[in-house]
């Protein structure tokens, strides 16, 4: 679990995150993050925190914000407040390393979303588009769902469909939270990825097929 002073690192992207305060170390009441985004990484998804305000002060640097459609860049010395559930995301469109300044209210759950997804990409465990897998995604995306979601699918099909897919990622030795590997600790990499051998790559395949199975019936369903 992070603690103020704890860095994570994004190696796909190149973004690192330095914890202030945690939501066990404010009560639960928010998180702050200084943010090192560098320039031209890949662009994150748009998503929104349902339940959460969030913001950024831009220390140096720049950063630009999509928020419900609309730009702006925020310079330094800037600031600028997302309130819950808006559409967003944002990049650094300048030319050297952006710090930042980000904040959430209340916490929740965001601190240990940060550490499961840098920890994911600390180990290779994204795709090509920064997505975990089908599975790590089926047990993170219901237990991470107040803290931060895609507008795209609506929730309503995204928590039927993960709610029907979680209990066999589980099955399947997933985790929704993965631990970033802190190496100053000692923490071990969790096995949140089903890596627990033969029977597990077996219950893989048969689990495939029950999700594809479940997939399918929702399509038909939608059709309806």
């Known amino acids: 679990m992070a603690k103020a002073g704890d860095e994570i690192v994004n190696p796909r992207t190149g973004q690192r995150m330095v914890f202030l305060e945690t ?31 969030s913001g950024a002060e831009v220390i140096s640097g720049s950063l630009r914000f999509s928020v419900d459609g609309e730009e702006s ?40 979303f940060f550490e499961s ?19 790590q995604l089926a047990v993170m995306v219901p237990h991470f769902g107040d803290e931060i979601r895609t507008p795209n699918p609506p929730w309503t099909i995204q928590r039927a469909l993960f709610g029907l897919l979680a209990p066999v990622g589980r099955m399947l030795s997933y985790r929704p939270e993965y631990p970033y590997p802190y190496g100053e600790r000692g923490e071990e990499p969790s096995v949140s990825e089903g890596e627990q051998g033969a ?26």
């Open 199 to 224: 029977s597990a790559s077996s219950g893989a395949r048969k689990g495939a097929v029950w999700g594809m199975d479940i997939i399918f019936a929702l399509f038909l369903v939608s059709l309806l």
């Open 23 to 53: 939501g066990q170390e404010t009560g639960g009441q928010s998180v702050r993050i200084d943010s090192y985004n560098p320039p031209t990484p890949p662009l994150e998804p748009e998503h929104v925190h349902p339940f959460q305000e």
């Open 73 to 112: 860049s925020v310079k330094v010395g800037e600031s600028i407040t997302i309130p819950a559930n808006k559409p967003h995301r944002f990049w650094n469109d300048g030319e050297q390393e952006a710090h930042s300044i980000q904040s959430f209210r209340p916490a929740l759950k965001i601190d240990r």
């Open 117 to 135: 997804y840098f920890g994911l990409a600390h180990d290779g465990k994204l795709n090509e588009e920064g997505s975990p897998s089908f599975w």
